[in-house]
């Protein structure tokens, strides 16, 4: 069946059974990478995009239930993002393939609640997984990047 | 240049395609034991290739360190999960639903899983013969005990134990088990094959593209430079992507098909493809009354599964470094490494350390309670320092106990009080004897590219060997460029494990940049390290250099629920010399934060040998809301120092220090991971209370923790922490974070409408496990109330 979607910016019609997730879509249609296969169940935060906004598993979403939605990966944040800028600057990864969910989870996080506590941070964050163990440096990265949304006041985030 | 991997362009193994591939899917053995007497595919529609094992049949054996493994067992499987047939279409799903029509008759055989009862005599044997591969994986002596599930036995002997144990005023014994774990790299097992003519090209995300390379050309009884494999960027390792895991299989369908086959393992299927040994140590310490250690009897049993993998490596290091950095006359080690019918277990993060320092590290605090002594004190006084000699018969260089572990001791106030914290000190070799090799090319305009076999896995390798070559060039590291591997150009070169690939492969970069700067455009630059030990006596040289690790921890518990709350964690580790400091911070927290893992959750379940918790959701990692509220750690250099590898060597003494801190209010565990069922029924026992007590519900008397100092234990003097309330201990869920992702599913109305059987069932499932898991944990407190 044709779904309707908003990808990163740009309005489109894909193809997808009824049963395909959204993952497959992206990955395989629209050969957007950043959507990570990990887990397939929804726990590990590998595949998220954000659908209006929200962080959700790809994985567990089954593609027609996106008619109409915006999608953002994060390919739509170009790379100059301030979450993206302050990852960097904390060297907030190893392998990275966690990071792009990291990435649009945390800017979420910021949109919802621009300064907060380590408690916030890490209940919030917790529903994406990083191997590696780098949650360290995800916290300061994080952290970052909501003084230097402060410092940027009032612009917020933003795709 | 923005990174890649916050764009997300960076491309993984999982991401490589090539034109026309198709895609594979595995039939794996429901059963653990079994012959095989027949496989009917005749279901299966055309168009679709099917490869059987008569398909395979011709093919030799492979595998890195014993030659036990077929691309489909002939006669028998020998664990579920054992892969019995493939197949390969255009896409996965039509793959996957045809491996349902394959029909296999299997004639069910007895089984054994537990690594001491396999190990015993008349135990069913899992492979009638043991053959020695000749890979260079396997470097050491191993030694088969044909005729026995036991492929290899490593010993050490180091003076006279019986004496030793005749001089000890105080004799401590105990025996310890650790459960299984498995990677969890992030992105799975991916691999793609194609043959070129005669010539097969696999491009796979490994650790070990030469070894994969031997074992391959073998199994096909081809020239190894018919062969070319090439690793692009792991999504995370561990130990996992190491020698062949799914190559041959795409291999030989890639050959049936003449088109190029692409395996992606299934989630579930990775607990199915290697983990980590479960293991079984035994540790008996002897001491004098002032705590001077006389002698340490060490057995060992490493779970190495239906295929031994490299587990006699494990074997041989969780021997070989079992009785610690300690000066002891008297050593006997027995290690052995055990078949079972368990998947295979091999390499991962701490290589057999964190079993025997587990079982060392904890005995250690039982002998000092035995003795009367200050635990920190008791190791002092027995700590290597350098020019002594190790139990091996080598002398030790460049040695740092003593002052990681005072860092480790300060850094939680140990002198103030030991109430509810652990200490833990140990040492990790590097394999010996090794070899690196490396090229430097100069092309025109200044820039360079570093050839090297070394893979990157998110462990910042390909950043280190820029640095260091940027360094000895004089350029900035824009300058030079490290591609990803591919044994057809870069030079020959063992494997990227051991965390040795810095250490060597820097020294290897020296020679090859002095070699460039004398002969213009293409420098070679090899070293070799000489050692090894006899695997009869133990004797001679284990490591080239040793990784030296502490850590601390602080703990709360709750004893009328056995939660505890690590809230504390510190490790000092020594590093030499640092090339890349964010670099290095991240592999010492990683490897603490995996440590964490296997203390409080980690453990892989089975019943009649089938894995039962194969999911994120059953199967716990460490999320950022399981962090302590403290977690630092140290990186020790030295002017002038070594570049050292610490990719592993902060994940070992994690777990012990957290079992001693536990320790510290008497509670004496010995099984990995820590349970709050196991601290409970430490409690227990520490007050004289036995299981059926528990059982009946009677009225606990006072453990409230203010006068939890049983019979004759010591504690130092001075504050301890008050009492704790219940706390969200250690189930490692997330749930606030993993019900996001549902969170909008349920919240719109119009979806809810929408939603699908498929959807549906799977969100059940979800969210079943999660309230389920949920509900046991809570289920726990009342028990005891």
């Known amino acids: 069946m044709k779904v309707r979607l908003n990808v990163n910016g740009q309005a489109m019609e894909v193809q997808a059974r009824a049963d395909e997730m959204l993952l497959d879509v992206l990955r395989g249609e629209l050969d957007l990478t950043s959507v990570r296969y990990t887990c397939g169940i929804g726990v590990c935060g590998a595949c998220t995009a954000l659908v209006d906004g929200e962080p959700i598993s790809m994985c567990i979403l089954l593609a027609p239930l996106a008619e109409g939605k915006e999608i953002t990966t994060v390919e739509g944040l170009g790379g100059d993002h301030p979450v993206q800028r302050a990852f960097v600057e904390a060297e907030a990864f190893q392998c990275g393939y966690c990071t792009p969910g990291m990435i649009l989870t945390a800017k979420s996080l910021l949109e919802e609640n621009p300064e907060p506590t380590e408690e916030n941070i890490r209940a919030y964050m917790g529903g994406n997984l990083c191997r590696c163990g780098c949650y360290p440096k995800i916290e300061y990265a994080v952290n970052l990047a909501a003084s230097a949304s402060k410092a940027a006041a009032p612009i917020k985030g933003g795709a | 240049m923005t990174d890649p991997r916050v764009t997300g362009a960076l491309r993984y193994s999982q991401d490589v395609a090539m034109e026309g591939m198709l895609h594979a899917r595995l039939l794996r053995s429901p059963v653990a034991h079994a012959r095989v007497v027949g496989v009917d595919a005749s279901a299966v529609p055309e168009g679709i290739i099917v490869l059987l094992p008569q398909d395979v049949r011709d093919l030799g054996g492979y595998g890195p360190q014993i030659k036990d493994q077929e691309v489909f067992p002939q006669e028998r499987v020998r664990y579920a999960g054992d892969v019995v047939a493939a197949l390969a279409a255009e896409t996965a799903d039509e793959a996957e639903e045809a491996v349902g029509l394959i029909n296999v008759d299997y004639e069910e055989l007895p089984a054994v899983f537990d690594e001491v009862e396999a190990a015993s005599e008349g135990a069913i044997l899992v492979h009638e013969t043991t053959n020695i591969s000749r890979n260079d994986a396997a470097y050491f002596g191993i030694r088969p005990q044909q005729g026995t599930n036991i492929c290899h036995l490593f010993r050490l002997r180091h003076g006279d134990v019986e004496a030793g144990f005749g001089e000890a005023d105080a004799v401590v014994e105990e025996t310890y088990h650790t459960a299984g774990a498995t990677h969890v790299p992030m992105e799975p097992h991916a691999a793609v094959a194609r043959w070129e003519w005669d010539r097969l090209e696999v491009v796979t995300g490994t650790q070990t593209p030469f070894n994969m390379r031997t074992d391959l050309a073998g199994l096909f009884g081809i020239d190894e430079e018919k062969v070319r494999i090439i690793s692009p960027p792991m999504g995370g390792s561990f130990g996992a992507k190491t020698f062949v895991r799914t190559e041959a299989i795409a291999a030989c369908l890639a050959r049936k098909a003449k088109r190029p086959v692409k395996i992606v393992l299934e989630r579930d299927e990775m607990w199915m493809t290697l983990n980590r040994h479960p293991s079984t140590v035994r540790v008996k310490l002897g001491a004098r009354s002032d705590g001077t250690l006389v002698a340490n009897e060490t057995e060992c049993w490493a779970n190495t599964g239906a295929y031994a993998d490299c587990g006699p490596g494990v074997a041989q290091k969780m021997g070989f470094a079992a009785p610690g950095p300690y000066r002891i006359a008297n050593v006997r080690v027995d290690s052995r490494t055990v078949y079972t019918n368990l998947p295979p277990n091999g390499a991962f993060r701490g290589y057999g350390q964190m079993q025997s320092t587990w079982a060392r590290e904890r005995t250690m605090d039982l002998l000092a309670d035995k003795v009367g002594m200050d635990p920190l004190e008791l190791r002092m006084k027995n700590l290597l320092k350098d020019g002594d000699k190790y139990c091996t018969g080598e002398t030790m260089h460049d040695v740092h106990f003593e002052r990681l572990l005072q860092d480790a001791a300060d850094a939680v106030a140990w002198s103030e009080s030991w109430k509810n914290k652990g200490l833990c000190v140990m040492l990790k070799g590097m394999q010996t004897p090794s070899r690196a090799a490396i090229a430097v090319e100069v092309e025109d305009g200044g820039t360079y590219t570093v050839r090297c076999a070394t893979t990157e896995m998110g462990q910042g390798a390909k950043m280190a060997m820029r640095m260091m070559a940027a360094e000895l060039l004089d350029v900035g590291v824009e300058k030079v460029s490290c591609p990803d591997p591919d044994t057809d150009v870069v030079p020959y070169d063992t494997r990227t494990t051991s965390s040795r690939s810095t250490h060597m492969m820097g020294r290897a970069l020296k020679v090859a940049v002095a070699d460039l700067k004398e002969n213009g455009e293409r420098g070679y630059g090899e070293v070799v390290d000489e050692g090894g030990l006899d695997p009869d006596t133990g004797q001679g040289v284990a490591s080239s250099h040793w990784h030296q690790g502490t850590a601390a921890a602080e703990v709360e518990v709750d004893e009328e629920t056995g939660r505890f709350r690590v809230m504390k964690l510190h490790a000092p580790i020594y590093a030499g010399r640092v090339i890349n400091r964010p670099a290095a911070e991240l592999q010492n927290e990683g490897s603490m934060i995996m440590g964490l893992g296997t203390a409080l959750f980690e453990s892989n ?156 069932g799977l969100l059940a499932i979800a969210l079943y496990r999660l309230l389920h898991r949920r509900g046991e944990a809570e289920k726990k407190a009342p028990l005891r109330s």
């Open chain 2, 605 to 760: 379940e089975f019943a009649e040998g089938q894995i039962t918790n194969a999911n994120l959701s059953d199967y716990n990692v460490p999320a950022m809301d399981d962090m302590p509220a403290t977690l630092s750690h140290e990186l020790v250099e030295r002017e002038g120092g070594e570049v050292q590898g610490l990719g592993e060597t902060a994940l070992p003494p994690v777990p012990p220090a957290i079992g001693n801190a536990l320790y510290s209010r008497g509670i004496h565990v010995t099984e990995l991971p820590i349970s709050a069922e196991s601290v409970l029924d430490a409690v227990d026992a520490r007050d004289g209370r036995g299981d059926a007590w528990a059982k009946a519900g009677s009225e606990p008397v006072s453990t409230d923790g203010r006068n939890d100092s049983p019979g004759e234990r010591v504690f130092a003097s001075g504050t301890a922490p008050e009492p704790t309330t219940p706390v969200n201990g250690s189930d490692g869920l997330s749930d606030q974070g993993r019900l996001a992702s549902v969170r909008f599913l349920l919240a719109s109305p119009s979806a809810l409408l929408l939603l699908g059987t498929l959807g549906m």
